[in-house]
């Protein structure tokens, strides 16, 4: 490796490629995100889109190319002119770094909600019991279920385990917060609940990475839109341009099925 990293970027992305046997699923992305932007990536299904997501934490290795969190490489370590696969437990403590909401909501379903949300304080030892469950409580009622604490997963609707899912990714205080569309487990009429949270979020200045299928909601809250086809960057912009008078007419193409 003898690229320079950009400790100014809040997330760094250069020319990663990841395949599944014979199929590459990204084809030598590259992205800059600066602290404190909400940046929004759409595109068809099976574009590529989650699996960049999941390259950010290292969930998914890439093939070549590298990530990086505000200067720091993910992942892998620099050995002479090449990048090594650091441990998992390195890894791990990466991740500390970076928030991850799924679609599923992945919720201990034999936790009540406060002990969901407490289980990474406790887990990395950043807080004894007793902190950790008070901090989950605050984080309950930043995101709208301060009165919830004790309810197990099934007894919560979908919007509510997704809040939930989304205090619990808060707990460390993460750096920057991936979100893979958040709302497609939902029914519709709970959608509006998880992305008033979001919303909340980036108006708080958080570094927000948003994988979506709600095209009125990026162009809400997203400082930049990524459109993302055949596992490349095909344009990326402010929304007003990209989804108002996009330059690329495969990204118009696109639009004009989902607007």
């Known amino acids: 490796m003898t690229a320079t990293l950009n400790a100014a970027a809040a997330l760094e992305i250069r020319n990663v490629h990841k395949s599944f046997g014979t199929r590459e699923v990204l084809n030598g992305v590259d992205l800059t995100v600066n602290p404190g932007d909400v940046v929004a990536i759409i595109g068809p299904s099976g574009s590529g889109k989650s699996t960049l997501l999941r390259t950010v934490n290292h969930l998914e290795k890439p093939d070549l190319g590298y990530v990086a969190v505000h200067g720091d490489l993910i992942g892998v370590e620099v050995r002479g ?7 998992q437990r390195a890894v791990r403590h990466q991740r500390t770094r970076i928030g991850f909401v799924a679609q599923s ?14 289980e990474p304080l406790i887990a990395h030892k950043r807080l004894d019991k007793s902190a950790a469950f008070e901090r989950a409580v605050e984080l309950l009622a930043k995101v709208g279920l301060g009165d919830r604490g004790d309810a197990y997963p099934r007894q919560l609707s979908g919007g509510q385990q997704q809040r939930v899912a989304i205090a619990r990714a808060l707990a460390l205080e993460p750096t920057l917060l991936l979100f893979d569309e958040p709302t497609s ?12 949270v979001i919303r909340q979020l980036a108006a708080t200045g958080t570094t927000l990475i948003i994988v979506t299928h709600e095209i009125g909601f990026a162009r809400e809250v997203a400082d930049t839109v990524v459109f993302i086809d055949e596992g490349l960057v095909v344009e990326q912009g402010p929304p007003a341009q990209v989804l108002t008078a996009p330059h690329h007419s495969r990204t118009r193409e696109f639009l004009s099925k989902v607007l």
């Open 185 to 196: 487990a939902l029914d519709p009429e709970l959608v509006g609940e998880v992305l008033s």
């Open 81 to 87: 002119t090449h990048l090594h696969e650091l441990s």
């Open 105 to 118: 909501f992945n919720l201990f379903p034999n936790l009540t909600a406060r002990d969901n949300v407490a």
